[in-house]
Each structure stands twice: as structure tokens, then as C-alpha cells.
């Protein structure tokens, strides 16, 4: 199978959908799949902290319930990275709501080879 242009194979894709649903013990509403995103709906909002540090999400954002719809709140992937990831849960919140905004990779600091910065001294 081929990948489609900007998206993952779509073996690989239901591969990384598995992996989520592992990390989070099962315990997941259901899942929706795009050809470049995954949308993971957890009932716990630990298990949405959890799958959003394991994923770096930076970004959250609270929708308030209406009178025809329950709030729900959803963390998810910086624009521009492909598969875009987001993570829902619809329960009460317990304050506050954190994010996980990515870091830089904390292994670029093992290696001998000269930073970026340095080589442009």
C-alpha cells in the first residue's frame, strides 16, 4: 500500500490508532481516522493527560456545553505536523487543564557532534 500524499500508509496509520488505544489500557470511546489526522475519544481525563503527554500535545482547547451539546475538551498537535493528533474527553475537569507543548528532544545533548549555534560561532 501506498501512502497517500501527506499522510501515512494506511497500515501504518491503524498501527500508530493500536498503539493509542494500548497505551491508554483500552479505555477508549471510539476513534476516528483520516487519512492525516487520529482522534482518540478517552472517558477519563486522565487517560486524555496521559495519551497528550505521551503525544506532546501543546494545544487545548474547551468547548463549553450549549443547550443542545455537552462540553467537551480537546488536546491537540501543533498545525503542520502530519498525522495531526487530538485527543477528547467530555467529563468534568478537574483544574487545571494541562498541556504538553513539545520540548526539544532531550537526547540531542548525548551526542559529540557540535550544536547548531556553535558550528555558525
Known sequence: MSAPTGGLAPAELLQVAGDLV???????????LG?????????SQA??????????????????????????????SMSGIEPRFAVHYAGELVRPVRAFPPTEPWWDD???RPSD???AA
Open 47 to 76: 487517560d486524555a493527560e496521559h495519551l497528550a503527554r505521551l503525544l506532546s500535545l501543546g494545544e487545548v482547547t474547551e468547548y463549553p456545553p450549549e443547550d443542545h451539546a455537552r462540553g467537551f475538551t480537546v488536546w491537540s
Open 22 to 32: 494500548e497505551w491508554v489500557g483500552g479505555r477508549v470511546g471510539y476513534l476516528a
Open 35 to 43: 487519512r492525516t489526522c487520529v482522534s482518540v475519544h478517552v472517558d
Open 110 to 112: 548525548l551526542d559529540d
Open 117 to 119: 549555534e556553535a558550528e
